[in-house]
Structure formats: C-alpha cells, structure tokens
C-alpha cells in the first residue's frame, strides 16, 4: 500500500524556520516525482514545489529563494525546508507523490506562522 505522512509543522514566529518531512512507504521512491502542496483556509490548494525524478526542481513564485525541496531516496523522504516564514505561509501543507499517472497525497500537517 503506497502511503505518505509529513511531519515538522506546527507554529512558528514571522521570520522564523520549520524543515516539513514527508515519509514515503513505497518499494521504489526514487521513481516518483515528488511535491510539496498547501492550502490556506478559504483558498484553494496549490502548488508550492517540485522535486522531478531527474532531479530538476520548481518553485512557487511566493516562496522562491525562501523555500527548498529536497529529497533523500536512501531515507524514501522528501523534505521542504521553509525559511522566513511569512503569516501569508499560514497552511496545511500536504506532500504527494506522482508515478505512473497516479497520484498519491499525505494528510497534510498545519504550518502556522504567528506572534
């Protein structure tokens, strides 16, 4: 059973840092195209960035040079190191793994950013 679950959300200051995990319990992890998605109450899902097979990544324009997607495929886990955090970063960030034309998500894990 193809399964993924983040972890590291939780509150943090404006300014501040929260590294998210997402453990993968697949047989191959390296074949999957991960991604890192959030939605913030009232607004739709989106797409905040891309880890391809290849190793080419993608960012939202709201995050870029503040947030970096990384993977280890040894540890079947994608990280998303998230630096000065905004209140507008406020979100339920969900991982999801893409492979074959499927489409696996996590159950996501709050990230608050607040004083």
């Known amino acids: 059973q193809v399964q993924f679950v983040e972890s590291g959300g939780g509150l943090v200051q404006p300014g501040g840092s929260l590294r998210l995990s997402c453990a993968a319990s697949?047989?191959?992890?390296?074949?999957?195209?991960m991604a890192w998605y959030r939605q913030a109450p009232g607004k739709q899902r989106e797409l905040v960035a891309l880890?391809?097979?290849?190793?080419?990544?993608d960012y939202a324009d709201s995050v870029k040079d503040r947030f970096t997607i990384s993977r280890d495929n040894a540890k079947n886990t994608v990280y998303l190191q998230m630096n000065s955090l905004k209140p507008d970063d406020t979100a339920v960030y969900y991982c999801?793994?893409?492979?074959?034309?499927?489409?696996?998500w996590g159950q996501g894990t709050q990230v608050t950013v607040s004083s």
């Open positions: 999801k793994g893409i492979w074959n034309g499927s489409h696996y």
């Open positions: 697949v047989r191959i992890f390296s074949i999957y195209t």
């Open positions: 880890n391809t097979v290849a190793g080419t990544t």
